[in-house]
T-cell receptor, first 112, second 115 residues
Framework: AQSVTQLDSQVPVFEEAPVELRCNYS??????LFWYVQYPNQGLQLLLK??????LVKGINGFEAEFNKSQTSFHLRKPSVHISDTAEYFC??????????FGTGTSLTVIP | DTEVTQTPKHLVMGMTNKKSLKCEQH?????MYWYKQKAKKPPELMFV???????INESVPSRFSPECPNSSLLNLHLHALQPEDSALYLC??????????????FGPGTRLTVL
């Protein structure tokens, strides 16, 4: 079984500053990787996903993530955050057994 | 249309009540999911329906009873719940089960409180 680690449970960042949310997964076998965002009192929304090809994936709302196979990482980045980016962010992995695993989540708080 | 709708948004029920949560999607997806989410935690998978048949039950207590009347609808029947069942219940759908590349589309959830 896969494990998905989001080391930072909470990340405070000032508005217009860059941010990186870290995600590591346990296995180097073929996986597909996802980042979801959950705004307060809402369901989850897909930000971006890596299936194959370019290791730099661009998503919605100015977010991007880089797949690093050797480090088994899929970190999420945004060059300049807005107040509206305050939310919970979940990294997720789909493995060859068709199982879907969520990380524990990172709470991003953007400070005015 | 990439929307999954859920009703009701909020539900308060006693431990002896019977209630149902409803989920609907019109994207032609053939896989539908129920998740339970506690505050500040990731969603936990409860059930998966594939082509209207229950394909995964993650050892969920029998006081939760899922039903898939047709390809667009998913219900979760609740009976004799416990206070620890209070949580956000999320419905999701994807094009197919086992489609590793498929995006799961989530509804806004039903916030359930059991008194």
């Amino acid at each position: 079984a896969q494990s998905v680690t989001q080391l930072d449970s909470q990340v405070p960042v000032f508005e217009e500053a860059p941010v990186e949310l870290r995600c590591n997964y346990s296995s180097s076998v073929s996986v597909y990787l996802f980042w979801y965002v959950q705004y307060p009192n809402q369901g989850l929304q897909l930000l971006l996903k890596y299936l194959s090809g370019s290791t730099l994936v661009k998503g919605i709302n100015g977010f991007e993530a880089e797949f690093n196979k050797s480090q088994t990482s899929f970190h999420l980045r945004k060059p300049s955050v807005h107040i509206s980016d305050t939310a919970e962010y979940f990294c997720a992995v789909s493995d060859p057994g068709n199982q879907f695993y969520f990380g524990t989540g990172t709470s991003l708080t953007v400070i005015p | 249309d990439t929307e999954v709708t859920q009703t009701p948004k909020h539900l308060v029920m006693g431990m002896t009540n019977k209630k149902s949560l409803k989920c609907e999607q019109h994207m032609g997806h053939r896989a539908m999911y129920w998740y339970k989410q506690k505050a500040k935690k990731p969603p936990e998978l409860m059930f998966v329906y594939s082509y209207e048949k229950l394909s995964i039950n993650e050892s969920v207590p029998s006081r939760f009873s899922p039903e898939c009347p047709n390809s667009s609808l998913l219900n979760l029947h609740l009976h004799a719940l416990q206070p620890e069942d209070s949580a956000l219940y999320l419905c999701a759908s994807s094009l197919r089960t086992g489609g590793r590349t498929d995006t799961q589309y989530f509804g806004p959830g039903t916030r359930l409180t059991v008194l």
